[in-house]
């Protein structure tokens, strides 16, 4: 017993002077740098603070400065470019307006299908507007009870 005993010490003692070396040893070194943070250039900060005041931009609407932007040469391309999606979701290879396909109208006239928009240059809108296909259904004049996948609304300058 008395050898287990001892043994039990040895090992408990072994393990203190471990535990101190351990200590000492974590004590002695030095702390490891901060990180450091380089500052953002008083420009790239003014930006983000521009970003946050920018107003968000309409998912249902392209502005005529975006039109501008896009380097497109007709209304169909402006679309495709900057909200491809509004082409989603129904047929949009029906480029005649027939039924469950997207309609074009200009104001509050139907100029026909996606075809239209091919038709005129960037510059002729102030802006376009998406309509889901119950809105334009509900909204524009001469759908009646026909059903749309969507309508794209071709706003003119001073008809807002």
Do not use: C, H
């Not at 351990?22 to 002695?28: G, K, N, S």
């Not at 030095?30 to 450091?36: D, L």
């Not at 209304?75 to 997207?102: C, D, H, K, M, T």
């Not at 507007?129 to 909204?139: I, K, P, Q, V």
């Amino acid at each position: 017993m008395k050898t287990i005993a001892s043994r039990t010490l040895v090992v408990a003692g072994a393990l203190a002077m471990f535990a101190a070396v351990d200590t000492a040893a974590a004590q002695t070194q030095e702390p490891a740098p901060a990180p450091q943070v380089q500052a953002a250039p008083a420009a790239a900060a003014q930006t983000q603070v521009e970003r946050r005041r920018e107003p968000r931009r309409r998912r249902d609407v392209i502005t005529k400065e975006e039109m501008a932007e896009s380097g497109a040469t007709n209304l169909y391309e402006v679309v495709q470019r900057i909200r491809p999606a509004w082409l989603r979701g129904g047929n949009a290879s029906n480029f005649g307006g027939g039924g469950g396909g997207y309609v074009v109208y200009q104001n509050s006239t139907q100029l026909g299908g996606l075809e239209a928009l091919r038709q005129m240059s960037p510059g002729y809108a102030e802006s376009l507007r998406f309509l889901d296909g119950t809105t334009a259904s509900n909204t524009l004049p001469g759908l009646g009870s026909r059903r749309v996948a969507g309508a794209i609304v071709v706003v003119l300058p001073g008809s807002n």
